[in-house]
């Protein structure tokens, strides 16, 4: 058995997963598309099966990880023990070249990299339907990270979720102009996590049945304008989805709010510059967090740039391309 | 022909009225159900008709009010010479005893003051099933406001609105200890006015069609709840009545979004509080604005003032009990 490294991405939902069928192999209760970033945000990870290993050990950022991202990885490991049929306990260690806490979509990036380096290091040549249902098992949202590109995620209709993977809409070269403006905000305080917000919007939201109800079609007009590298619709539909799920977790009871202040400025913001131009050029997204993903053409990076540095709660801005998806490092650039 | 003067207060919502089915006659898309308040809000206006005016005049504040406001005060007087079969033109003079900008529902306490007034210095006798639809006219929800205590606003059928009207669910004597404790933020920012906001989420908004279809089930419990004085159904009913609507409003494209970081921890201040009492005692509702309004009963008015003397935004905390509706006042008290 052999160290293996890879080095993986977040992606950024333009139709979110919000919600759960089962919470044990975070299997969806929909369909969901979003496109896979490039390294300018990455997480590397090494890891290698042993006998020398008593038990799994998780190393995020230098740090000895808590018992539940550990809880997590030990769920894909054994997923992948079992299909490698190996019984050694591996070692895992993980470096995010952002701030994990910043609500950038680390744990999408980090078990994406935990599914393909754990997969390869146990000789497995997993495809990527397979590596993305081991990353699934670590973090819902990562399983959309194994490919690059445009991703579905099939919310699949068994019990056992071997239907429910991603799979490639466009490739990253699809549509190579497409950015994502990221505007990193502070989030200023507390927040709900995302699986217990998921839960408390199923089970409380009288408008989440409607969204559920209707998403099929969000779906298939989303596959088309990306297809079509239709802009208008593209980014006309990112923001009224964005703004849709945001709604529908403000009528969770009790309410969940994640936007705030600066992020209805941004808001704001990109409408002000799309009436501007006469046409849409800009739209945003925003996860569980105020962070924004504002995505638009290498053509207007500059403008959307320019509208950001107006507003003064924003303390960061990272630009992205589409991103290619994981892939294996050399043995060099191993983490231990 | 003499002038008269009236008093009336504004009434807050518990089931909101979001959505016109004619935006002339001001005919809404659901009933509604709002309490009024008592005269630590209210509005004081006087009218005359005479032949000595050759327009109609209106001062609000002792500003000479704007073509918009004068335009839907003339709606309500043309209405009442036509039921009471006079040509003369009036002077309306009204003053509120609170700021007509802060969001405090100031057209709803104005215009079913006018209607009051103006009918009763037109000599007509109306019932307040026709002083409703009179105010109606100049302010939707203003309708509700020409009856003391719990109101519901029927939407009616009829084209031209003569079933859309305000009746009493139970008086300010019902539920003597219930108080109404407004926090007053500053909203920091533009809004969009309700009338065009409403306009735009029955355009817009997917989710807006599901909230009329169900919001008669919640009409009914909110009386079943206002009937009973059950408080634990009245305060959760209104919390989630509210994050309901306004989950609406941001499904609207381009968002509408009224609720602002103050707004935020006030609804969280208001949850921790019921979760340190272990039942509710508070709950919270926003109309068009960030101003909350806490339903609360007397024995916990000081409990939610202590909690918002926490919150730096609040600048202001006005404690309204329910009141009796609009009165006469006599001549003594003319404006002019």
């Known amino acids: 058995m052999q160290k293996s490294t890879w080095v993986a991405t977040p992606n950024i939902a333009v139709v979110k997963y919000w919600g759960k069928k089962d919470s044990q192999l975070n299997l969806p209760a929909n369909n969901s598309i979003s496109v896979t970033m490039d390294e300018a945000l990455s997480t590397k990870t090494t890891v290698e099966f042993s006998e020398k290993y008593k038990e799994d050990e998780l190393v995020l950022n230098k740090m000895r990880a808590s018992e539940s991202d550990l809880g997590r990885a030990v769920k894909v490991l054994d ?6 049929k190996i019984k050694y306990r591996a070692r895992v260690e993980s470096q995010n070249n952002f701030p994990t806490a910043a609500g950038l979509a680390s744990s999408a990036s980090g078990f994406a990299a ?30 959309r990270s194994v490919l690059g590109g445009f991703v579905e995620w099939k919310a699949g209709k068994k019990k056992d979720g071997s239907d429910s993977y991603a799979v490639q809409v466009a490739s990253n070269n699809h549509w190579p102009q497409l950015r994502n403006v990221i505007a990193v905000v502070n989030p200023g305080r507390k927040k709900v996590g995302s699986s217990e917000g998921m839960e408390l919007t ?18 298939a007009k989303m596959k088309r304008a990306i297809i079509q590298r239709d802009l208008q619709s593209f980014l006309e539909l990112t923001m009224r989805e964005s703004s ?42 925003f996860d569980a967090g105020p962070n924004a993903h504002i995505y638009t053409l ?38 231990f």
Chains 1, 2 share one sequence.
């Open 114 to 143: 935990l599914a393909c380096a754990a997969s390869d290091a146990a000789g497995l040549k997993a495809s990527a339907r397979q590596l993305s249902i081991f990353a699934r098992l670590g973090s819902g949202s990562a399983c």
């Open 244 to 285: 849709h799920l945001h709604a529908v977790m403000l009528d969770t009871f009790p309410p969940i709010i994640y936007l705030n202040d600066i992020s209805r400025q941004i808001i704001e913001g990109v409408h002000d510059l799309n009436a501007k131009k006469g046409r849409l050029v800009a739209g945003y997204t």
């Open 298 to 335: 290498e053509a207007h990076v500059g403008e959307v740039e320019d509208m950001l540095s107006k507003i003064s709660g924003v303390k960061k801005v990272i630009v992205c391309k589409v991103g290619a998806g994981p892939r294996r490092l050399p043995s060099s650039e191993s983490l």
């Open 202 to 219: 199923a089970n409380t939201s009288p408008l989440y049945k409607e969204r559920i109800r209707t998403i099929g079609k969000t779906i």
């Open 79 to 84: 997923a992948i023990r079992k299909m490698a």
